[in-house]
């Protein structure tokens, strides 16, 4: 694991250590043994975005959307996940939380896609401030990957967030004000609501009802 990933978190060698991997091929939940999980690590640390968050594989649902424990930056120990034709998303607050929504599921009979996300408000200002001003292709996926689990953002933040040239960046902005309205985003909400882009136009209208219900104490 180390000379995959330059370092070896202790709750996955743990892990392995005890060698006991959740699978409930009905649910279609397939947690990987570690000879399996490297090599499916290898592959997908060739994508510069998961290298940069340090991700180590964790399952195999034969759809190409794996989750994978963070290693790196600010949601290190938390588990992604991983979709090849959208955005990823920050899932689970800890690998713990992850492994105890596939043994439940399992158990349940549910297949993974029916697992529910976990809510995390983790502080991530700080990063998100600073990927926003970097502008590359990479930092624009890791802010659209971490918004949904941020908790409240500092005015500058949502300034830049805003005025993104990227209006991915500015949709899932649209999409973090709807689930955190406040009566000081009402004119970037509105901002939203008139973007040029109609996706972002339509994240920014959820988002100017979300912060008037909460002007209004409804």
């Given at each position: 694991m180390e000379a995959v990933l330059g370092s070896a978190p202790g709750d996955l060698v743990a892990y392995y250590e005890a060698g006991t991997f959740p699978n409930y091929p009905?649910?279609?939940?397939?947690c990987l043994p570690f000879e399996a999980a490297k090599l499916y690590t290898q592959q997908i640390l060739q994508i510069p975005v998961a290298a940069r968050l340090g991700l180590w594989v964790l399952d195999d649902?034969?759809?190409?959307?794996?989750?994978?424990?963070?290693?790196?930056?600010?949601?290190?120990?938390?588990?992604?996940h991983v979709r090849h034709d959208d955005d990823w998303e920050v899932a689970f607050p800890s690998f713990r939380?992850?492994?105890?929504?596939?043994?439940d599921a399992g158990t349940r009979g549910l297949a993974i896609d029916e697992v529910a996300r976990e809510p995390i408000n983790a502080a991530?200002?700080?990063?998100?401030?600073?990927l926003a001003r970097d502008g590359s292709d990479d930092a624009t996926a890791l802010i659209v990957a971490y918004l949904p689990a941020?908790?409240?953002?500092?005015?500058?933040?949502?300034?830049?967030?805003?005025?993104?040239?990227?209006f991915f960046v500015?949709?899932?902005?649209?999409?973090?004000?709807?689930?955190?309205?406040?009566?000081?985003?009402?004119?970037?909400?509105?901002?939203?609501?008139?973007?040029r882009h109609a996706q972002v136009a339509r994240a920014g209208?959820?988002?100017?009802?979300?912060?008037?219900?909460?002007?209004?104490?409804s």
């Open positions: 009905g649910s279609r939940i397939r649902a034969n759809d190409s959307n794996p989750f994978a424990y963070i290693s790196k930056g600010p949601c290190a120990g938390m588990v992604v939380r992850f492994l105890a929504a596939m043994v991530l200002d700080p990063a998100i401030f600073e941020a908790a409240l953002l500092q005015k500058a933040t949502k300034e830049i967030l805003v005025a993104h040239d990227d500015r949709e899932a902005f649209g999409e973090f004000v709807s689930e955190n309205p406040s009566a000081e985003d009402l004119g970037l909400a509105q901002q939203l609501a008139a973007d209208m959820g988002a100017l009802r979300a912060v008037k219900r909460a002007m209004h104490g």
